[in-house]
């Protein structure tokens, strides 16, 4: 009988911790389950924020995702429900174990979460994804984990949101859960160049019989390096003016590895980040509405710029 699934998801990151090259079928064995759970497990740990991919194995990109002493709310709940249900609990010393790590869990709580602690209420549910995201990585992961490990192209259907849909051949190289969605990055036939799919988005996938020879400066590690969140390109400073509410939400927290947040007075930051290209932010600026004033690049300020402009004429013009 296979484990309950909060003490294998737990499971689960601890192989990926201490062995490589671990595929679904290996993984499905160690925890006595079918691929198509083990699937399910990858996108629920992903969607919590644990950055899995798939590279002849699959791998965590960091240890970093768990930082020890901020735990979110929601952070704290989920770890507190899987020390809580573990059968390890009825067995003699490790009990005893489990109880002491809870407790010093519990004494390095952040204020805030401690504050929500005391209002929340329990639960014993773990949601099994079901949405159609989950469904269609799912419904793909296998045959992109196969076409990974065996160096074998695939034909793609595949709906852009530029172009409609699309037939193409691609190299696949890694898998990878970012911004709420599961992505794999190939190198592109069609367009003589590596791109990054959104796995919903793929309508049909299929192996061919062709092998491709795997590039080694291409890595899951280094290729989203610098990016705001998925695209990529030449690295570019982008400085950022935030006043009022919007300057005390950067302040806040942390948005970038690379940025730098300068108070220029209880209600306004200089905001400074080097990424990759600037259409991801653009859309992240547009949020804050008139409380953000770009301060450099030129191009990025102009881009805003026009589409303020189009903005002031769709609803002035009545």
């Known amino acids: 009988m296979g484990m309950a699934k909060y003490d294998r998801l737990l499971y689960i990151l601890n192989l990926l911790r201490s062995r490589r090259s671990l ?15 083990i ?5 629920s740990l992903s969607e919590a924020n644990i950055p899995i991919y798939y590279d002849n194995g699959y791998k965590l990109a960091s240890t970093n995702f768990l930082p020890p ?17 573990t059968p390890l609990l009825k067995a003699g010393r490790k009990a005893e174990t489990l109880r002491q790590v809870k407790a010093k869990i519990d004494c390095c709580l ?71 969605a599961f992505y794999f990055v190939a190198y592109c036939h069609l367009r003589n160049d590596f791109r990054t799919f959104r796995i919903d988005r793929v ?59 300068e108070p220029l007075d209880q209600d306004r930051v200089i905001y400074r980040v080097t990424i990759r290209g600037i259409e991801e932010i653009r859309r992240w600026l547009l949020g804050f509405g008139t409380d953000a004033e770009v301060l450099a690049p030129e191009e990025l300020r102009r881009e805003l710029g026009l589409i303020g402009l189009d903005l002031v004429g769709k609803y002035h013009s009545r």
């Open 39 to 43: 699937y399910r497990d990858l996108i």
């Open 110 to 180: 952040p204020e805030a979460t401690r504050e929500m602690r005391k209002t929340a209420l329990d639960t014993a549910h773990i949601d099994i994804d079901t949405t159609v995201t989950g469904r269609a990585a799912a419904r793909f992961y296998g045959s992109l984990e196969r076409a990974i490990s065996d160096q074998v192209s695939v034909e793609l259907e595949y709906d852009t949101i530029d172009h409609g849909l699309t037939r193409r051949t691609v190299d696949p190289y890694f898998i990878i859960f970012r911004r709420h």
């Open 23 to 37: 595929n679904a079928r290996r993984l499905a064995e160690e925890c006595r389950v079918t691929e198509r759970s």
């Open 203 to 261: 309508r049909s996938l299929k192996l061919t019989d062709s092998k491709f020879t795997r590039r080694k400066d291409i890595s899951a590690s280094a290729y989203f390096e610098g990016s705001w969140e998925l695209h990529h390109g030449e690295p570019v400073e982008v400085v950022v003016e935030f006043r009022g509410r919007a300057a005390r939400v950067v302040a806040g927290s942390t948005h970038h590895p690379s940025e730098v947040v």
């Open 69 to 85: 002493l901020n735990f979110t709310f929601d952070e704290y709940t989920c770890l507190r429900l899987a020390l809580e249900s």
